[in-house]
Nanobody
Framework: QVQLVESGGGLVQAGGSLRLSCAVS????????MGWYRQAPGKQRELVAG?????????NYADSVQGRFTISRDNAKNTVYLQMNDLKPEDTAVYYC???????????????????WGQGTQVTVSS
Protein backbone atom coordinates (compact mmCIF):
# COMPACT_ATOMS: atom_id res chain seq x y z
CA GLN A 1 0.00 0.00 0.00
CA VAL A 2 0.99 3.62 -0.37
CA GLN A 3 2.88 5.04 2.59
CA LEU A 4 4.04 8.59 3.23
CA VAL A 5 6.48 9.31 6.04
CA GLU A 6 7.13 12.93 6.94
CA SER A 7 10.03 14.31 8.92
CA GLY A 8 11.75 17.59 9.68
CA GLY A 9 9.25 19.47 11.77
CA GLY A 10 10.16 21.19 15.00
CA LEU A 11 10.38 24.42 16.94
CA VAL A 12 12.11 27.41 15.37
CA GLN A 13 12.29 31.12 16.04
CA ALA A 14 10.71 33.61 13.68
CA GLY A 15 13.00 34.25 10.73
CA GLY A 16 14.46 30.78 10.92
CA SER A 17 14.32 27.89 8.48
CA LEU A 18 13.20 24.27 8.40
CA ARG A 19 13.14 21.61 5.72
CA LEU A 20 10.37 19.03 5.67
CA SER A 21 10.80 15.70 3.92
CA CYS A 22 8.21 13.16 2.81
CA ALA A 23 9.37 9.72 1.74
CA VAL A 24 6.87 7.82 -0.39
CA SER A 25 6.58 4.10 -1.05
CA UNK A 26 4.06 1.88 -2.79
CA UNK A 27 3.43 4.07 -5.83
CA UNK A 28 5.14 5.23 -9.02
CA UNK A 29 6.49 8.40 -7.46
CA UNK A 30 7.93 10.20 -10.49
CA UNK A 31 4.66 10.41 -12.41
CA UNK A 32 2.52 11.60 -9.52
CA UNK A 33 1.94 15.09 -8.26
CA MET A 34 2.88 15.84 -4.66
CA GLY A 35 1.75 18.51 -2.27
CA TRP A 36 2.18 19.96 1.19
CA TYR A 37 -0.79 21.11 3.23
CA ARG A 38 -1.04 22.56 6.72
CA GLN A 39 -3.67 22.84 9.40
CA ALA A 40 -3.49 25.28 12.27
CA PRO A 41 -5.66 24.87 15.40
CA GLY A 42 -9.23 25.85 14.69
CA LYS A 43 -8.61 26.31 10.98
CA GLN A 44 -9.23 24.28 7.86
CA ARG A 45 -6.47 22.39 6.15
CA GLU A 46 -4.95 24.54 3.41
CA LEU A 47 -2.63 24.00 0.48
CA VAL A 48 0.90 25.25 1.01
CA ALA A 49 2.59 24.04 -2.18
CA GLY A 50 2.22 21.48 -4.92
CA UNK A 51 4.49 20.07 -7.57
CA UNK A 52 3.49 18.18 -10.68
CA UNK A 53 4.74 14.75 -11.64
CA UNK A 54 6.64 14.15 -14.84
CA UNK A 55 9.43 16.09 -16.45
CA UNK A 56 8.26 19.69 -16.01
CA UNK A 57 7.72 19.71 -12.23
CA UNK A 58 5.39 22.70 -12.38
CA UNK A 59 4.84 24.21 -8.94
CA ASN A 60 2.03 26.02 -7.18
CA TYR A 61 2.28 28.01 -3.93
CA ALA A 62 -0.14 29.62 -1.56
CA ASP A 63 0.17 33.40 -1.68
CA SER A 64 1.11 33.45 2.00
CA VAL A 65 4.29 31.42 1.41
CA GLN A 66 5.27 32.55 -2.09
CA GLY A 67 8.92 33.62 -2.08
CA ARG A 68 9.64 32.01 1.31
CA PHE A 69 8.90 28.32 0.74
CA THR A 70 10.20 26.03 -2.00
CA ILE A 71 8.82 22.63 -2.90
CA SER A 72 11.08 20.17 -4.69
CA ARG A 73 11.28 16.48 -5.42
CA ASP A 74 13.97 13.86 -5.81
CA ASN A 75 12.55 11.10 -7.95
CA ALA A 76 15.57 8.88 -7.32
CA LYS A 77 14.78 8.94 -3.59
CA ASN A 78 10.97 8.98 -3.90
CA THR A 79 11.01 12.03 -1.67
CA VAL A 80 9.41 15.47 -1.77
CA TYR A 81 10.77 18.38 0.22
CA LEU A 82 9.48 21.67 1.53
CA GLN A 83 12.19 24.21 2.28
CA MET A 84 10.74 26.88 4.56
CA ASN A 85 12.66 30.10 5.04
CA ASP A 86 11.87 33.30 6.90
CA LEU A 87 9.33 31.47 9.02
CA LYS A 88 6.64 33.46 10.78
CA PRO A 89 4.49 32.62 13.82
CA GLU A 90 1.49 32.31 11.51
CA ASP A 91 3.24 29.39 9.78
CA THR A 92 2.70 27.34 12.95
CA ALA A 93 0.64 24.29 12.02
CA VAL A 94 0.70 20.58 11.44
CA TYR A 95 2.09 20.02 7.96
CA TYR A 96 0.83 17.11 5.88
CA CYS A 97 2.31 15.53 2.79
CA UNK A 98 -0.08 14.54 0.01
CA UNK A 99 0.53 12.17 -2.90
CA UNK A 100 -1.22 11.37 -6.12
CA UNK A 101 -2.46 14.86 -6.91
CA UNK A 102 -2.38 16.86 -10.11
CA UNK A 103 -1.62 20.38 -11.16
CA UNK A 104 -4.16 21.97 -13.45
CA UNK A 105 -4.71 25.41 -14.88
CA UNK A 106 -7.46 27.75 -13.71
CA UNK A 107 -6.11 31.27 -14.26
CA UNK A 108 -3.04 29.97 -12.44
CA UNK A 109 -1.51 26.59 -11.75
CA UNK A 110 -3.40 24.89 -8.92
CA UNK A 111 -2.59 21.64 -7.13
CA UNK A 112 -5.52 19.28 -6.54
CA UNK A 113 -4.83 16.70 -3.81
CA UNK A 114 -4.63 12.97 -4.34
CA UNK A 115 -5.93 10.26 -2.05
CA UNK A 116 -2.83 9.66 0.04
CA TRP A 117 -1.79 11.57 3.15
CA GLY A 118 1.04 11.42 5.61
CA GLN A 119 0.60 11.45 9.37
CA GLY A 120 1.62 15.09 9.74
CA THR A 121 4.55 16.85 11.33
CA GLN A 122 4.31 19.76 13.75
CA VAL A 123 5.97 23.06 12.88
CA THR A 124 6.00 25.68 15.61
CA VAL A 125 7.40 29.15 15.05
CA SER A 126 8.00 31.28 18.11
CA SER A 127 7.98 35.07 18.02
Amino acid sequence: QVQLVESGGGLVQAGGSLRLSCAVSGMIFSSNGMGWYRQAPGKQRELVAGIAGGALSITNYADSVQGRFTISRDNAKNTVYLQMNDLKPEDTAVYYCNAGGKIGWSSRFVYTPGDYWGQGTQVTVSS
